[in-house]
């Protein structure tokens, strides 16, 4: 009897988990991802900036470097639908070297009409 009831109530909360709609939102704090490695190489970046360009999405984000030598530094933007999924298949890894004391501008454009989000993550 009490397996039936536990069955039950397993049921009924599958089933409300499946009425609810699913929202993952990127919010501000989540939008940079830098492996620790990162900043010990003397790494640090801003958020990426949205803007529409062309009526595509594009996300643009400036890396600086604070040592006196180049760091080869692996990127990779995320993009993501208004409900927080993330969208498939996902952007390329790429590679770029920051100049000892310089900065660079990563710039990705989003290949999917409904991405409203962006995250960037890097790693060495």
């Not at 009425?19 to 640090?44: C, F, H, Y």
């Not at 990426?48 to 080869?72: F, M, R, W």
Request: some cysteine; overall charge negative; hydrophobic content about 40%.
């Amino acid at each position: 009897m009490k397996r039936a009831g536990i069955f039950a109530l397993l049921s009924v909360m599958v089933l409300a988990g499946c009425s609810s709609r699913p929202e993952i939102p990127v919010n501000d704090r989540q939008t940079l991802v830098m492996e620790a490695s990162v900043t010990g190489a003397g790494i640090s970046a801003e958020n990426p900036d949205l803007s529409s360009q062309s009526g595509k999405l594009v996300a643009t984000s400036t890396i600086y470097n604070e040592k006196n030598v180049p760091v080869t530094l692996n990127y990779q933007f995320y993009w993501y639908e208004e409900s927080g999924l993330e969208l498939h298949p996902l952007d390329k890894s790429a590679t770029v070297i920051i100049p000892a004391q310089g900065r660079i501008e990563l710039t990705a454009a989003s290949p999917f009409l409904s991405a409203s989000q962006v995250r960037l993550y890097l790693w060495l």
